[in-house]
């Protein structure tokens, strides 16, 4: 009778085994939910990062128009691929302001020179605080913030062709 108690810790342990291989060959939903979407963007005033260029803050997305807001850098190799679709949609008409994390202003010069400048306005958060307090969790990172300065949506990682168009029509619905 107490035979099947023999038994017990190999059947445990191919259960354990059948709940890891499960949850190995589960898609992974890869979404990262935003605890500032549906807010209005924290207070910050950024000086500007390079010259001919003004530095942005919060009431610059309070003037009625829906906007992107991109937090990038010159050292970050993502934005450079993402640079191709920024300005595509500055050939569409978008406002795209940035946010320039931990960077200088010669080496930010050399990639808008390189890789394009769809900027309307460059802040230099240079201690990444306005970063943290968006909850960027790195570069680079777009936000699309509605006229009343509401962040509306959050894109981790680099804009690619695909991501184009749900940009865009982020937009629409911000207005």
Known sequence: MKRWLVWLPLCAFG????????????PADRTVRSAMVGKPLPAFTLPPIVAGKAGLSD?????GKPRLLNVFASWCIPCIAEAP?????????????????????EAVGGFLRRNGD?????????????????????????????GKGVIRMQHVGDIRVEDVAKLQQALAEAE
């Open 59 to 63: 009431r610059d997305f309070r003037q």
């Open 15 to 26: 259960v354990i085994v059948a709940v890891v291989m499960w949850g190995l060959y589960l």
């Open 85 to 105: 679709q920024l300005m595509t949609l500055k050939a569409a008409g978008v406002p795209i302001d940035a946010v320039a994390i931990r960077d200088r202003s």
């Open 118 to 146: 769809p900027y309307v306005r460059i802040g230099d958060d240079a201690t990444s605080r306005l970063q943290l307090a968006l909850g960027s969790s790195g570069v680079p990172e777009t936000f699309v913030i509605d």
